[in-house]
């Protein structure tokens, strides 16, 4: 996984810097080729947001839920077919 983040630094930044600022959208979309990482990059975005850390630790009670998939507030909606419908948001 922070392999993946690494490789995608300016977008790991970018979010960093509007938490800081407490900038942050209402949504993100993360789209891009397949294997570039854009899970990863979305858990990260979660881990940042909920870690009991300045940077997510990945061993706080929190990372470890989001990590696990079971943070009450990170839920991983899937394709249902060919997209997400708007049942399951």
């Not at 706080?60 to 943070?71: D, F, M, T």
């Amino acid at each position: 996984m922070i392999d993946k983040i690494n490789n995608q630094a300016n977008i790991k930044k970018m979010l960093l810097n509007a938490k800081e600022k407490n900038r942050l959208s209402h949504a993100y979309l993360f789209h891009g080729q397949h294997g570039v990482g854009k899970l990863d990059m979305a858990l990260y975005f979660a881990l940042m947001n909920y870690c009991e850390n300045k940077v997510p630790c990945m061993e706080c009670p929190s990372c470890k839920q989001i990590l696990a998939g079971e943070h009450m507030n990170v839920v991983l909606i899937e394709p249902d077919g060919k997209g997400i419908k708007k049942e399951q948001i």
